[in-house]
């Protein structure tokens, strides 16, 4: 399976659109890695708690748009686009959403 944020595949030719797809997860971020988060704010430098949710989300919202665009019949998606939200009273829930076009290329 070809992914890729380009609207095309050089080299490839698209031969059928199957539709949009998307691949989406919502991930609540505990109390302790709020904790180490905090020391990483106040001390300065990264926060690599946060910075392994965030990857982790990533690779599973791609992961999963990946396996409904081969359900869809596609070998490629094509425009991928990665959007990042926060949720819930307390911003304790991270949500990425990966969404691209699913195509047959040969």
């Known amino acids: 399976m070809i992914l890729t944020t380009t609207p095309s595949i050089e080299g490839k030719k698209i031969v059928a659109y199957h ?5 989406e997860v919502i991930a609540g971020v505990d109390f302790v890695k709020d904790i180490v988060a ?4 106040f001390f300065g430098g990264r926060s690599g708690t946060y910075e392994e949710e965030l990857m982790n989300a990533r690779e599973t919202a791609l992961r999963e748009l990946e396996q409904r665009a081969r359900d ?3 070998n490629a998606v094509v425009g991928i686009d990665v959007d990042y939200e ?4 307390d911003n304790g829930m991270l949500m990425v959403t990966a969404s691209g076009t699913a195509v047959v290329v040969e």
Request: proline fraction near 0%.
């Open 19 to 23: 539709g949009v797809v998307f691949g």
């Open 38 to 41: 905090g020391f990483s704010n």
């Open 72 to 74: 869809m019949g596609a």
């Open 86 to 89: 926060v949720l819930g009273s």
